[in-house]
């Protein structure tokens, strides 16, 4: 049978946690993806933050976001797409959002498209900032996962930077997980946090 996939256990982890009406953040929109599995999963009465620097990508997720509104007949949550580095979430998304937020997603790297320019990546002090914003959103509960891909130039450090930091985020604040193929050092890989209850 094989293990999941690190997206698809990264959508369980989140499944398990999320709620239909919760908040969510799709910190790096990329092809719309994760941005339609969270509205998906919220439902008509969720809301969901997506952030992207290329345009190419808010443009890929609108038409993904568009023909699943049309196929589930609006079943889905209203989802805002902001051309933005997810380092500006916390001033982006309503400041009724601190402390509500049941799930932000990572899936870092480059933007999984044929036409894409695969020399724009994310970076690691973007992403770091981004993820302490992130423990700030969340809820009691809520969870951060972070979709790293060492394998292509530059990920490799930007994936030991998000993995040191995952490490030193204090078990009060939050409790961190990793889930990766040991036998194969370029292979994708997902770090989790979930913050504490208190």
């Known amino acids: 049978m094989g293990f999941m996939s690190v997206l698809s256990f990264a959508h369980k982890l989140i ?17 719309g993806a994760d941005t339609l599995f969270l509205a998906k999963a919220l439902g008509p009465r969720g809301e969901v933050y997506g952030f992207d620097i290329q ?13 699943a509104v049309v196929e589930s007949s609006g079943g889905i949550a209203p989802v805002t797409l902001l051309l933005e580095s997810h380092a500006a979430m916390a ?8 402390g509500t937020v ?10 999984p ?6 020399s724009i990546i994310t970076q690691t002090d973007s ?14 509960g809520g969870i951060v996962t972070a979709v790293l891909y060492p394998g292509h130039e530059g990920g490799d450090l930007e994936a030991a ?12 604040v939050a409790q961190s997980i990793i889930y990766c193929q040991l036998q ?15």
């Open 55 to 67: 345009s190419a990508a808010l443009d890929l997720a609108r038409d993904r976001l568009q023909q």
């Open 102 to 111: 049941g799930a932000v997603m990572f899936n870092l790297g480059y933007l």
């Open 15 to 31: 499944t398990e946690r999320l709620a239909p009406g919760d908040r969510a953040i799709d910190a790096t929109v990329g092809t």
């Open 127 to 140: 992403s770091i900032a981004a993820l302490e914003a992130s423990l700030q959103l969340l809820r009691p």
């Open 184 to 198: 194969r050092s370029s292979s994708p890989y997902v770090i989790a946090l979930e913050k504490k209850k208190s």
């Open 161 to 172: 930077a998000v993995e040191s930091w995952a490490a030193e985020v204090p078990t009060y």
């Open 91 to 98: 001033e982006s998304v309503p400041p009724t959002w601190r």
């Open 113 to 118: 498209s044929g036409e894409a320019d695969k």
